[in-house]
């Protein structure tokens, strides 16, 4: 199984301020087919997760452009430019390249 | 619009089978391409992905769970049906079914939109 490894477990951030995720893979997540299924999600309190990016740096429909994604390989970042208070929540990076599918451990992103 | 809901027990005993339901709507699972997965989360635990199937009904399991997972489809009711044998105190959590975005038809792309999720306690 490829493990995910997201750190830090908790960013707490000042509003306004940038925050950043790191999720690295125990193995390359690039697919025979030359893409990398890798993919970010966000779950508010309460909430369902929420999809943020796909494929490494595609941000989904309507995401907010302070949200950004990059990485190759193993190694892979979210990043969120501007902290908002609606940013509050986990964060999860998950690889769809291989079965089973896996998720990161999660990282919370609070407010300091 | 897709959307998607779980459906069913909120509370089983040990040993009891697990019986969900999603139901969705905005597209087919007879469609080629299309495929829904589940997937659960511990009370303040991380999201484990369980297993999916594939319009053509092809299936994949988490490999864990995979001795106590079954996942078939109704295409005709638009219901994608999860059970789960044996149940026992730790898997209570909250369990999620998702429309899976794949790509060339069979890579996992993405899981989106997700239903709100069912919270299932086991206990006797």
């Known amino acids: 199984d490829i493990v995910m490894t997201q750190t830090p477990l908790s960013s707490p951030v000042t509003l306004g301020q940038p925050a950043s995720i790191s999720c690295r893979s125990s193995q390359s997540l690039v697919h025979s087919d030359g893409n990398t299924y890798l993919s970010w999600l966000q779950q508010r309190p309460g909430q369902p997760p929420r999809l943020l990016i796909y494929?490494?740096?595609n941000r989904f429909s309507g995401v907010p452009d302070r949200f950004s994604g990059s990485g190759a390989g193993t190694d892979f970042t979210l990043k969120i430019s501007r902290v908002e208070a609606e940013d509050v929540g986990v964060y999860y990076c998950v690889q769809g390249t291989q079965f089973p599918l896996t998720f990161g451990g999660g990282t919370k992103v609070e407010i300091k | 619009q897709i959307t998607l809901k779980e459906s069913g027990p909120t509370l089983v005993k040990p040993t009891q089978t697990l019986t969900l339901t999603c139901t969705f709507s905005g597209f087919s699972l007879s469609t080629t391409g299309v495929s829904v997965g589940w997937i659960r989360q511990p009370p303040g635990k991380a999201l484990e992905w369980l297993a999916l199937i594939y319009w053509d009904d092809d299936k994949r399991y988490s490999p864990s769970l995979k001795s106590r997972l079954t996942i078939t489809k109704d295409t005709s009711k638009n219901q994608v049906v999860l059970t789960m044998t044996n149940m026992d105190p730790v898997d209570t959590g909250t369990y999620y079914c998702a429309h899976i975005r794949l790509e060339r038809f069979w890579i996992v792309d993405y899981f989106h939109p997700w239903g709100q999720g069912i919270v299932v306690t086991v206990s006797s």
């Open positions: 494929k490494i740096s």
